[in-house]
């Protein structure tokens, strides 16, 4: 089942509130599954140019998405959020994705190729 925050507008926030979320876009270079996560996962290695480098995560997009699907696709990501432990996994970064009817995840990704490490604005 979908958040149902996910369909409540959100409070108005200043310009240097968006600028404070760093989101990226980076290329998957591994991808792995993830079968100790609580919920269907897959383990995600992703190159954010030579800034940032790479970084780990895990995402919950098992529903559309297999591992070897993932590699070489570029996905957008928050790249400023403080590690977090995920089972054995550190996550590094939060892939970003919108929920579909089902409550699965469809994943925010540039339709055309674009720089690693390139800013969304």
Not at 6 to 34: H, K, Q, W, Y
Not at 84 to 95: A, P, R, T
Request: aromatic share 6%; net charge negative.
């Amino acid at each position: 089942m979908a958040d149902d925050r996910s369909n409540t507008a959100r409070s108005t926030i200043g310009f240097d509130d968006f600028l404070a979320v760093d989101i990226r876009v980076g290329t998957v270079v591994e991808a792995m599954p993830f079968p100790e996560a609580r919920k269907p996962a897959i383990k995600l290695i992703v190159d954010f140019g030579a800034e940032i480098g790479r970084r780990k995560t895990s995402a919950q997009i098992t529903e559309h998405y297999t591992p070897e699907a993932l590699v070489g696709t570029q996905v957008a990501a928050v790249v400023n959020f403080p590690p977090k432990q995920i089972g054995k996994w550190m996550s590094e970064v939060l892939v970003l994705g919108f929920s579909d009817a089902t409550g699965a995840i469809s994943l925010v990704r540039p339709d055309h190729s674009v720089p690693d490490g390139s800013r969304l604005h």
